[in-house]
């Protein structure tokens, strides 16, 4: 092989190991590694570390959970969206999170009759503003669709020792509306009473096709066909 021929080969070979090494650099030691999944455990930790700071504040320990509960925007509630993610070969998560949230419910006879949250989707941020600019442009539109919203369609009847601050498992049926589409979903659900608080977290299953969501890949990245939006709500009353 002449000298040319093993120059241009050379910077082939180069330009080959830059486009999987770089990647791989970059995600192992580089970028963040992605948050653990949203669970009980994500706020109810940090909502005690408040009221132990006030503690003249702190109500009494709930024994009736009858009445309405709200979750105020920026306030512990977080609501988020994860990926997975192939960056040039290199297995990855993609998470974007924000605390723009409401939500309401309300709960008779020890069952919660009534439910629903509004995301506010423009707050939604991951760690690279590049995926950010892609979630709010072409993926999910959030100039023609800025909130995204659940509601109840079902009642959920808790056990009996929903108010004992031990974390119930549970499930909800209701509609789900993202970028515009709504559709019945059924997903499962965390719940634990702690102080004065009920907060309530799960996740919920995004098949993009089915919610008329763009290809949220780009050339060299590619990412599974479905997602999960997560949620973990402080509720108060």
């Keep these: 092989m002449n000298k040319p021929a093993r120059l241009i080969l050379s910077v082939v070979v180069v330009a080959g190991l830059g486009v999987t090494v770089g990647p791989w650099v970059y995600i192992n030691f580089i970028k963040d590694d992605a948050p653990a999944a949203l669970d009980i455990n ?7 570390e408040s009221a132990d700071q006030s503690i003249d504040t702190v109500a009494a320990p709930i024994t009736d959970a009858s009445g ?47 439910a629903s949250f509004t995301v506010q989707m423009g707050t939604l941020m991951s760690d690279t503003a590049k995926r950010d600019g892609q979630f709010n442009g072409r993926i999910m539109d959030v100039a023609t669709y800025p909130t995204a919203t659940f509601s109840l369609t079902q009642p959920i009847t808790l056990p009996a020792n929903a108010v004992s601050g031990e974390v119930i498992t549970t499930e909800a049926t209701g509609e789900l509306t993202l970028r515009g589409t709504t559709k019945p979903v059924t997903f499962p659900l965390e719940a634990q009473v702690q102080g004065s608080t009920f907060t309530v977290a799960g996740n919920i299953t995004i098949v993009f096709d089915e919610w008329s969501i763009p290809e949220p890949g780009l050339p060299g990245i590619s990412v599974d066909p479905q997602g999960l939006l997560e949620f973990a709500l402080v509720f108060t009353r």
């Design 42 to 48: 994500s706020v109810t930790s940090s909502t005690a």
């Design 68 to 114: 309405d509960w709200q979750v105020l925007p920026n306030t512990d509630s977080v609501v988020g969206y994860r990926v997975k993610e192939i960056l040039f070969g290199q297995a990855t998560e993609g998470v974007g999170r924000t605390k723009g949230v409401e939500a309401a419910l309300t709960i008779e006879d020890n069952a919660v009759t009534t």
